[in-house]
T-cell receptor
Framework: AQTVTQSQPEMSVQEAETVTLSCTYD???????LFWYKQPPSRQMILVIR??????QNATENRFSVNFQKAAKSFSLKISDSQLGDAAMYFC?????????????FGAGTILRVKS | DAGVIQSPRHEVTEMGQEVTLRCKPI?????LFWYRQTMMRGLELLIY????????DSGMPEDRFSAKMPNASFSTLKIQPSEPRDSAVYFC??????????????FGAGSRLTVL
């Protein structure tokens, strides 16, 4: 079974600085998809960024980017120019091949605190 | 689009009572997922449907839990009888598949259940 591991229960970053959240996963598939979701105190789950495993280029969404290392099965999230609104729980998630109807397996989450 | 709509947002009930959680997925989405979130166990997939058909219910904790999707625009998760250990936030999510094959989940706001 696929598993997702987030080894950092909590991280802190100073406003305007950069922070990287770690994620590793285990799978025997070669084709899959990876995601980062954000859950602010409102508890709404919000998609931050996604990565298709067949793409070598790392995904980027404004201040958010990933470092996808397929051989190492690593998928870290970098947040640049951190803002107070980035404070939230961040979940890494894995979805298997043939995306139709595939379930998401989530990591345990990392709480990100942003200091002003 | 109004997004995934869940009701109720909060439910407080007594042990032994029946609880019904409701979900209206985004129109056009083919898959629907029920997740449960607790501090101890994180985000767990309970069950998911493709085209209204249950595909994987292996995450349903026990026979007290049941889920239905009578049509493409409505799903329920029922707990009967409820127990204090069922207290959690229950999320419904619906999804569509991108051209890239990625299955993108959109979550509802969640239903917070407290069983006394």
């Amino acid at each position: 079974a696929q598993t997702v591991t987030q080894s950092q229960p909590e991280m802190s970053v100073q406003e305007a600085e950069t922070v990287t959240l770690s994620c590793t996963y285990d799978t025997s598939e070669s084709d899959y998809y990876l995601f980062w979701y954000k859950q602010p105190p409102s508890r709404q789950m919000i998609l931050v960024i996604r990565q298709e495993a067949y793409k070598q280029q790392n995904a980027t969404e404004n201040r958010f980017s990933v470092n996808f290392q397929k051989a190492a099965k690593s998928f870290s999230l970098k947040i640049s120019d951190s803002q107070l609104g980035d404070a939230a729980m961040y979940f890494c998630a894995y979805s298997g091949p043939k995306g139709y109807g595939n379930k998401l397996v989530f990591g345990a989450g990392t709480i990100l605190r942003v200091k002003s | 689009d109004a997004g995934v709509i869940q009701s109720p947002r909060h439910e407080v009930t007594e042990m032994g009572q029946e609880v019904t959680l409701r979900c209206k997925p985004i129109s056009g989405h083919n898959s629907l997922f029920w997740y449960r979130q607790t501090m101890m166990r994180g985000l767990e997939l309970l069950i998911y449907f493709n085209n209204n058909v249950p595909i994987d219910d292996s995450g349903m904790p026990e026979d007290r839990f049941s889920a239905k999707m009578p049509n493409a625009s409505f799903s329920t998760l029922k707990i009967q009888p409820s127990e204090p250990r069922d207290s959690a936030v229950y999320f419904c999510a619906s999804s569509f598949v991108l051209r890239s094959g990625a299955n993108v989940l959109t979550f509802g706001a969640g239903s917070r259940l407290t069983v006394l």
